[in-house]
């Protein structure tokens, strides 16, 4: 069973910066995609930022240039370093895999993000 734990949410004023963290359960070379999206309130979650199994990178365009996605094989997380937060960013942010043999996605429970004016 894969677990997925998100880390480093909190409180930020514009401008500032936080660093999100997702330890999984397993080796991150079980899955064929690796990334975080997020759910501002009343609106759908939203993709972020995910990672291919060899490396590439899709960002929303909210927040290309501000986030950046990254992996570490051991320890076992996924990372996403948000500079110049806005208002807008704020939301639960999801950490999600997708299994290489299965397609089966998993999600962590989330790590919430407020971002104040």
């Known amino acids: 069973q894969v677990q997925l734990v998100e880390s480093g949410g909190g409180s930020v004023q514009a401008g500032g910066s936080l660093t999100l963290s997702c330890a999984a359960s397993?080796?991150?070379?079980?899955?064929?995609?690796t990334g975080w999206f997020r759910q501002a309130p009343g609106k759908q979650r939203e993709l972020v930022a995910v990672?291919?199994?060899?490396?590439?990178?899709t960002y929303a365009d909210s927040v290309k240039g501000r986030f950046t996605l990254s992996r570490d094989t051991l320890p076992r997380t996924i990372n996403l370093q948000m500079n110049s937060l806005k208002p807008d960013d704020t939301g639960v942010y999801y950490c999600k895999v997708v299994h290489h043999e299965n397609d089966m996605e998993y999600w962590g429970k989330g790590t919430l993000v407020t971002v104040s004016s």
């Open positions: 990672a291919s199994f060899y490396g590439d990178i």
């Open positions: 397993v080796s991150l070379f079980s899955f064929k995609l």
